[in-house]
């Protein structure tokens, strides 16, 4: 190779290097697609709508999905062909499963504490709720194979019977989960009502709703089967009235509805008697939010009368 | 017979079928949306079409009793509600289906010709067609010979639905191509060809046994047999997809494409019918979401 060649190999070389560094300047970032959770997928909103998630600075950060009523209904229709799977399952493997959602969160703590900062919290307020919501999964996970243990009850009867009572599962659950804290909010309205065999439909916060499709890219790989756990994101005020008057939906779990909302939630879900339950929260990181008390929120009394003695 | 005195097709020569612009063709019928007004008649026009189907070989009595009183009763608590076109039960339930539906508008059919398969001779074919008919049988539903269709042999099936047909006497005759072992939309044409000249008054997609069932391309490639047949002869032949089609917006694209293609003459139960049984619940859960604006729970409709 002649001398001159050389150089112009290592200029062009040289060139392609400086391109390459000018461009990194210039790189699009991509963005994710926050959309909806249903049935173990992520489609967009059938409606087409979205709306802008702002910082409080005004600095748009996202387009959310703005779930319609057609999507709670295509989650509903999940998550009751997925309740018999899910409540069939022995109460070790839902245990199993709410641990392996830890392990997970544990592994992806960054990036849930840099989006709740994105979202508005502060970065010390970030770390102790991501640790929080992760010890949370642990402690229902402990809960899966004991709660029944403890609120199951062998009944004294005057009859020659064997008489026991033991909570089951009610069915689809319909959560709205409170606007503060987009994460430990969320986890701590879902886990109780999951481990417990019910499956759900949850409406995130308004606020911080992109901590609730992280986490369901989280629930998606951590063998929780499709169907069980659906999370929409929207406008309470659009969709309360669909969560709660929906025949095929059992209960209505929520935390922090106004007096109004709840009145509304209670007089659409007398249609087939679903159960209201407003838990009140005031502080998601004391044991209000997390004790067995809130498995049996969404469980049901099975009473059996068995022959013995004839 | 009519079919007999015309000059018949070769049936080796039926036109082929463009595969990728019939794929085409539904995509386009899918993503149409039928809403409000409109959408409650054509979930009430897919009721009065339905044939309420029971084909297990567990069926008892008691079973196709029950269904009986779901065809008159589909749901009480809604006033104008047409009835479904009929009940289609297996041949040794004919007479229980007969005597649970006496005083209704609504029909027997029954199967026959050793449905599922159609394996069997040809005498024991007619012998179970005219015991059916005259246990009360208001339409009957036979099987075509798919093992003779696929050796070539359409004189064969031909004659053998001209014979059964003649074994109906008065009542309708619908012939079930089963098109999941057809292969392909080539011969899903030929056979609906064969079928419609040998006499049939319905042809239906399939039995429900083999997957796939009814589709809506598939039903496609029939309902345009039925007319290209219709222009050549001026008859009219029903069609009757079957299996497989169990919620209510599938029916209304199903209904979508009867009237592109055949149009308003066809819309009606007497040319066009559902097979089918979890359909009736899903298209009442359906009319009772239009008129109240509450979604609905199966847990409040009767299963049969």
Redesign the interface.
């Known amino acids: 190779m002649s001398k001159a060649r050389k150089i112009a190999k290592n200029d062009s070389l040289e060139l392609i290097s400086a391109a390459q560094n000018k461009a990194e300047d210039k790189r699009l970032e991509v963005l994710k697609t926050y959309k909806l959770y249903i049935g173990g997928a992520f489609p967009r909103t059938e409606s087409g709508r979205y709306w802008k998630l702002k910082t409080p600075a005004g600095k748009v950060i996202a387009n959310v999905s703005r779930a319609s009523r057609k999507d709670f ?1 295509n989650a ?1 229709v999940a998550a009751r062909r997925a309740f018999s799977g899910w409540a069939a399952k022995t109460a070790y493997n839902r245990g199993q499963i709410l641990y392996r959602m830890a392990e997970m969160l544990e592994g992806r703590r960054e990036q849930f504490i840099s989006e709740l900062v994105l979202q508005g919290s502060n970065e010390n307020e970030a770390v102790r709720e991501v640790n929080a919501a992760i010890d949370r999964l642990v402690y229902y996970a402990g809960w899966a194979d004991k709660y029944q243990q403890v609120f199951s009850a062998v009944n004294p009867v005057q009859s020659s019977h064997f008489n026991f009572s033991l909570p089951e599962p009610m069915g689809v659950v319909a959560v709205i989960a409170p606007e503060s804290h987009g994460l430990l909010g969320l986890v701590s309205c879902i886990a109780p009502v999951i481990v417990g065999g019910n499956s759900c439909v949850v409406l995130s916060s308004e606020k911080q709703p992109l901590s609730s499709i992280t986490f369901a890219e989280l629930m998606e790989s951590s063998d929780v089967p499709a169907g069980a756990i659906n999370i929409l994101t929207g406008f309470r005020e659009e969709l309360l009235e ?1 969560f709660s ?4 939906v059992n209960a209505v779990v929520s935390s922090d509805l106004e007096s109004a909302e709840l009145k509304e939630v209670q007089s659409s879900a007398v ?2 008697l679903k159960r209201v339950i407003n838990l009140k929260i005031k502080d998601w990181f004391s044991d209000e939010a997390q004790n067995p008390y809130l498995i049996m929120e969404t469980q049901e009394i099975k009473t059996t009368w068995h022959p013995i003695g004839l | 017979m009519a079919a007999a005195t015309q000059t018949l097709p070769d049936f080796r020569y039926s036109p082929v079928v463009d595969q990728v612009g019939v794929a085409d063709r539904i995509a386009r019928v899918t993503a149409r949306s039928i809403k409000k007004e409109s959408k409650i008649e054509a979930l009430k026009l897919a009721l009065s079409m339905l044939d309420l189907t029971t084909l297990d070989a567990k069926d008892t009595a008691g079973k196709v009793r029950q269904l009986c009183y779901k065809a008159r009763h589909l749901h009480d608590d809604l006033p104008d509600l047409p009835t479904v076109a009929a009940v289609c039960v297996y041949p040794n339930m004919v007479s229980v289906a007969k005597k649970a539906l006496e005083g209704s508008t609504v029909k027997v059919a029954s199967v026959a010709t050793a449905f599922p398969t159609g394996m069997t001779s040809l005498d024991i074919k007619l012998e179970e067609t005219r015991r059916v008919v005259s246990e009360g049988a208001d339409e009957v539903d036979m099987v075509i010979s798919r093992g003779r269709f696929f050796a070539g042999d359409y004189n064969y099936v031909f004659d053998e639905i001209a014979a059964v047909k003649e074994a109906c006497g008065q009542a309708h005759l619908k012939v079930i191509l089963e098109t999941g072992e057809l292969e392909t939309y080539d011969n899903v044409r030929r056979a609906s060809e064969i079928a419609m000249y040998a006499g049939a008054d319905f042809i239906k997609t399939s039995t429900g046994k083999v997957k796939p069932a009814a589709t809506l391309e598939v039903t496609l490639v029939m309902l345009e047999a039925i007319r290209d047949y219709y222009y050549q002869t001026g008859r009219m032949v029903g069609m009757k997809p079957a299996g497989g089609i169990s919620n209510a917006k599938l029916a209304i694209q199903y209904l979508v494409l009867l009237k592109e293609t055949l149009g308003e003459a066809w819309m009606t139960p007497q040319y066009f019918r559902f097979g089918a049984s979890s359909l009736a619940n899903d298209l009442l859960m359906q009319i009772v979401k239009q008129k109240t604006g ?7 409709f009767s299963k049969d």
């Open positions: 209904r509903v669909h008057s929906h025949m095929d249609s087939n | 509450i979604y609905q729970s199966i847990d409040y």
